[in-house]
């Protein structure tokens, strides 16, 4: 089964904008860490916002956000004020606690600013 | 800059070669992990290593191997190359075993077999 689902493929966003990226996960392991990173075209995986399984409030780093509702098993992304240097892939990832540094990812949502 | 760093960029070989990747990590960086990106996928994981002992293995044949070295750098070694392995690879380093710490990416090698 997939562990990490991402089903928006593509999405557009006007500049200054807020935008929400989904992500839903499956695990069954109590906990884990939810985590979510920007690629752009140059390849490298740039860390935005992490989650924790146990963290009571969502967590927040400057414009990034994350939306987390456990029983529903979502850890969206929300992009606020977007800029156009935010035009990159977004990849929503998880770890579980047996797992070092064992990440799942999804497939990723190309993210689209507009003038 | 995440102070990982990745070797050669880009590379191309020709199918059924040998090739070797290279990932220098931060230092007191004592877990490395190893992907395959292929074109328009997420990440997959090929295993990871933790004080130079492969710890977590995805699914991956055995012609690819790894080690990781006392300087917190390490290796991706791929046998008998198929046009199947063109991708961009990725080694994610973090420190210590726990869990709840982030890991830093390297900028990739893409990799292209002909």
């Known amino acids: 089964a997939q562990k990490i689902t991402q089903t928006q493929p593509g999405m557009f966003v006007q500049e200054k904008e807020a935008v929400t990226l989904d992500c839903t996960y499956d695990?069954?392991?109590?906990?884990?860490?939810l985590f979510w990173y920007k690629q752009p075209s140059s390849g490298e995986m740039i860390f935005l916002i992490y989650q924790g399984s146990y963290d009571q409030q969502n967590a927040t780093e400057g414009r990034y956000s994350l939306n987390f509702q456990k029983a529903r098993k979502s850890a969206n992304l929300v992009i606020s004020a977007s800029q156009l240097g935010d035009s990159a892939m977004y990849f929503c990832?998880?770890?579980?606690?047996?797992?070092?540094?064992?990440?799942?990812f999804g497939s990723g949502t190309k993210l689209n600013v507009k003038p | 800059e995440t102070g990982v760093t990745q070797s050669p960029t880009h590379l191309i070989k020709t199918r059924g070669q040998q090739v070797t990747l290279r990932c220098s990590s931060q230092?007191?960086?004592?877990?490395v992990s190893w992907y395959q990106q292929a074109l328009g996928q997420g990440p997959q994981f090929i295993f990871q290593y933790y004080r130079e002992e492969e710890n977590g293995r995805g699914n991956f044949p055995p012609r690819f191997s790894g080690l990781q070295f006392p300087n917190y750098s390490s290796e991706l070694n791929v046998n008998a190359l198929e046009l199947d392995d063109s991708a961009l690879y990725l080694c994610?380093?973090?420190?210590?075993?726990?869990?709840?710490?982030?890991?830093?990416f390297g900028q990739g090698t893409r990799l292209t077999v002909v």
């Open positions: 990832a998880m770890r579980e606690v047996d797992n070092f540094n064992k990440f799942y």
């Open positions: 695990t069954s392991d109590p906990s884990y860490g």
């Open positions: 994610a380093s973090k420190a210590g075993g726990g869990r709840n710490t982030e890991a830093f």
């Open positions: 230092s007191g960086h004592n877990t």
